[in-house]
């Protein structure tokens, strides 16, 4: 519960400070007594709609970092999207190279570097690869060492950090 609470908390500061000050109600009757026991009328203003700035001036303030905070505490894993694009002809020029590059990306995903990777278009002008918990220098040694990167096969890749707002982090 405190979960759900705390997730919604951070979707609708991100979408409307107005939205995170009317939880529902079945929300707030839910943890009223509980939750909003002993916090400062600036905190209460969070879960209780509120426009009174001069009853609680910090209400703003303090929504502003704990937006900051709770995301900081709520953060999950840290994800990253790797684009490659390949050189036209891929599928006929990849051969030679393929079982070493899959077995690259086998490797970090069975080390939970890696959720998944594949090819992206069709006719396949690239690929994706979804990073969990990878910090980006290990990306760009996975790209260093992959084999369509050292034979050519990949002109231009980038990095991306990835953020996950709907689905299962």
Known sequence: RAVALLLWMLL???????AARELPESMAARYSARALSGLSPARICLFRPCNNSVAHPSARSWQRGTVASMATAA???????LNYSYVPDILKKRGPYREKHL????????????V?????????????FVFKNATKDEIEQFIKDDPYVQNGLVPTYDIKPYTVV????
């Not at 953060?75 to 999207?81: F, H, L, R, S």
């Not at 998944?116 to 994706?128: F, I, L, R, Y």
């Open 166 to 169: 709907v689905g299962n982090p």
């Open 75 to 81: 953060a999950g894993p840290k994800y990253y999207i």
């Open 116 to 128: 998944m990777a594949g090819a992206a278009g069709d006719p396949v002008e690239g690929a994706v």
């Open 103 to 114: 077995a690259g990306a086998q490797q970090k995903l069975e080390a939970g570097k890696l």
């Open 12 to 18: 609708a500061l991100a979408l409307s400070p107005q």
